[in-house]
């Protein structure tokens, strides 16, 4: 198997106050310094280490957008409970509200917006529609 090899630069320097010698990965300010190249040797890589690796990587991005996923889903299915609820508890409002008026009693607003009153044979035609709403909508625990 083959290495690869790399240069690494380093700064050198003896310190003009007490003669020290330095090294540094970065030049240093206002001082003469000398420019060291050091030759570094790459471990050699297995090729079925590689594989593993990147077959490990991928099982873990999977598990990932898997899990990713399942918390989306379930987001979603948090919100659309709770708008059935929302939905079911007006249904249940307007059920109550034509149960307990007679046509007469209520006002609706025509296609032009003007307010008019209900008749009988309306009130019982919207009664039974929000009726299928709330089995619709209504579950047990609501």
């Known amino acids: 198997m083959l290495s690869v090899a790399e240069s690494v630069f380093v700064y050198r320097w003896i310190d003009p106050v007490n003669s020290d010698v330095h090294y540094s990965e970065v030049a240093p300010n206002n001082v003469r310094y000398e420019m060291i190249s050091i ?9 079925e280490a590689q ?5 490990m990587e991928r099982y873990t991005d999977q598990r990932i957008e898997t899990r990713t996923r399942r918390r989306e889903a379930e987001k979603l299915a948090v919100a659309a409970a709770s708008a059935r609820k929302v939905d079911c508890t007006h249904a249940l409002d307007w059920k ?3 149960k307990s008026r007679p046509g007469p009693k209520m006002l609706v607003i025509d296609a032009e917006g003007n307010a008019r009153r209900m008749t009988e044979a309306e009130r019982q035609k919207r009664l039974a529609a929000v009726r299928q709403q709330v089995s619709l909508l209504c579950t047990a625990e609501n």
């Open 39 to 47: 030759a570094i040797k790459s471990p050699s890589v297995d090729p």
């Open 96 to 98: 109550a509200r034509l």
């Open 51 to 55: 594989r593993r690796s990147a077959e």
